[in-house]
T-cell receptor, first 114, second 121 residues
Framework: GNSVTQMEGPVTLSEEAFLTINCTYTATGYPSLFWYVQYPGEGLQLLLKATKADDKGSNKGFEATYRKETTSFHLEKGSVQVSDSAVYFCALTPYGGATNKLIFGTGTLLAVQP | GAVVSQHPSRVICKSGTSVKIECRSLDFQATTMFWYRQFPKQSLMLMATSNEGSKATYEQGVEKDKFLINHASLTLSTLTVTSAHPEDSSFYIC?????????????????FGAGTRLSVL
């Protein structure tokens, strides 16, 4: 079946530190991959996405590369800020395009300290 | 950007009562809305897909008589947890797909509400 595994949190970093949140997936074919972010008290927001192997999604300084060979989509940021504190969800949509389903990981809480 | 409003944000109720949760798309029309449930330290699990003007499609293992979904307009879907029991306590999240985006661009972008924390005593 299709599933997403992401590292457990919380991840606590100091401001300007380098961030990596690991995400691996299990799926047939070529799923589309996403990172969503949820700030306190708000809904999930799409942070970035990639739809085929070797694509790099990027937004707000965050990046993730679709690695088919390692079935991974790790989220990275070179220098985190306090305002990046949130819960980050890795997700996939199964291959096929017609499906609406988003399959999520468990979410990783990031806490950035000044 | 697109905004989805979910109400209430938190509800506490007695066992046996019914609870209604609303999900509204504020600045776009949503032919399709989704309802998710999240247990502590677990993934968001899709419960059902709600299509405007038709019956919802439930995921395997989700009781349709327990979780009633109505999508009567292009901007509103409701989830009613009927005869709630403590095991129904959870975090419920809705999302909506922008009809115009779905027609033209990448189909699977969903806009999420902030969620509803349900506690059944």
């Amino acid at each position: 079946g299709n599933s997403v595994t992401q590292m457990e949190g919380p991840v606590t970093l100091s401001e300007e530190a380098f961030l990596t949140i690991n995400c691996t997936y299990t799926a047939t074919g070529y799923p589309s991959l996403f990172w969503y972010v949820q700030y306190p008290g708000e809904g999930l927001q799409l942070l970035l996405k990639a739809t085929k192997a070797d694509d790099k999604g990027s937004n707000k300084g965050f990046e993730a590369t679709y690695r088919k060979e390692t079935t991974s989509f790790h989220l990275e940021k070179g220098s985190v800020q306090v305002s990046d504190s949130a819960v980050y969800f890795c997700a996939l949509t199964p291959y096929g395009g017609a499906t609406n389903k988003l399959i999520f990981g468990t979410g990783t809480l990031l806490a950035v300290q000044p | 950007g697109a905004v989805v409003s979910q109400h209430p944000s938190r509800v506490i109720c007695k066992s046996g009562t019914s609870v209604k949760i609303e999900c509204r798309s504020l600045d776009f029309q949503a032919t399709t809305m989704f309802w998710y449930r999240q247990f502590p330290k677990q993934s968001l699990m899709l419960m059902a897909t709600s299509n405007e003007g038709s019956k919802a499609t439930y995921e395997q293992g989700v009781e349709k008589d327990k979780f009633l979904i109505n999508h009567a307009s292009l901007t509103l879907s409701t989830l009613t947890v009927t005869s709630a029991h403590p095991e129904d306590s959870s975090f419920y999240i809705c999302s909506a797909r922008d009809r115009k985006l779905a027609e033209r661009v990448f189909k699977n972008i969903q806009y999420f509400g902030a969620g509803t924390r349900l506690s059944v005593l």
